[in-house]
């Protein structure tokens, strides 16, 4: 299971919420390149980078933070928050991103999103964050009536391969991930892979996702508010 430290943005700065809201933000890095760095010089490859600010607004908000970190280091990085456009989706391909997450717009404008997989399917990951098992969508301010089960096998069954999933209710609660819906999802969705997002505060909960079976866990907060080194998180990724 690949550990994929998270850094979140606002403003330039690297920040983390409290079950998504803006209002409790805590800001952590005023420079997210160094926090950058610091996962590199520690082993990790992989990085979760979130544009709280495109999140909420639908357009791409910090894309020069994104770019400064992708070309000061050699981590791959999965981007997502404000991508809603063909040009938004090229922009952050452009600055550097491995990866494009997509979420609110797979909801939105399932037909952009079904053009994109043609054309990106390999840099593209599903986003299915969700609030009581529903999908949440535009910085988690509003909620569907979209089971997110349902949800993550439509978008397999149309081409998605990886899906990073989210319970609101979970992140940065600090009280651990939700076992259940990754279990559920896994054994509904045998052939997706599983990226676990929200809530990890342990190593305990790290190697239960990992005997899961799930391709990755992304960890932001846990790790900024001391609960967890980067020492031990590279010990369960190794």
Not at 75 to 92: N, P, Q, R, W, Y
Not at 187 to 213: C, F, Q, T, Y
Request: net charge negative; glycine share 8%; proline share 2%.
């Amino acid at each position: 299971m690949k550990i994929i430290p998270a850094i979140d943005i606002i403003n330039g700065e690297c920040v983390r919420l409290t079950k998504g809201d803006y209002e409790a933000k805590k800001s952590y890095f005023k420079n997210p390149l160094e926090a950058a760095k610091r996962f590199e010089d520690y082993g990790f490859t992989r990085l979760h980078v979130v544009d709280l600010e495109g999140a909420k607004s639908g357009e791409i908000k910090n894309l020069k933070t994104l770019e400064n970190i992708c070309s000061n280091t050699s981590l791959i990085v999965d981007f997502g928050g404000g991508v809603k456009s063909t040009s938004a989706l090229e922009s952050a391909l452009a600055a550097g991103a491995s990866f494009v997450t997509c979420g609110s717009i797979a909801v939105k404008n399932p037909s952009l999103v079904l053009s994109w997989l043609e054309k990106y399917n390999d840099k593209l990951i599903l986003g299915a964050d969700c609030k009581n098992r529903m999908i949440a969508t535009f910085g988690w301010l509003e909620t569907s009536d979209i089971d997110v089960i349902t949800f993550i096998q439509e978008w397999k069954n149309r081409g998605f391969s990886y899906c990073i999933s989210t319970d609101i209710s979970k992140d940065g609660m600090l009280k651990g991930p939700s076992f259940e819906l990754y279990e559920d999802i896994s054994k509904s969705i045998p052939d997706v892979n599983v990226i676990a997002s929200g809530g990890i505060s342990s190593l305990e909960d790290l190697l239960r996702l990992k005997n899961m079976k799930l391709s990755g866990a992304i960890v932001g907060k846990a790790y900024y508010e001391g609960y967890l080194t980067l020492e031990e998180l590279r010990e369960v990724e190794c």
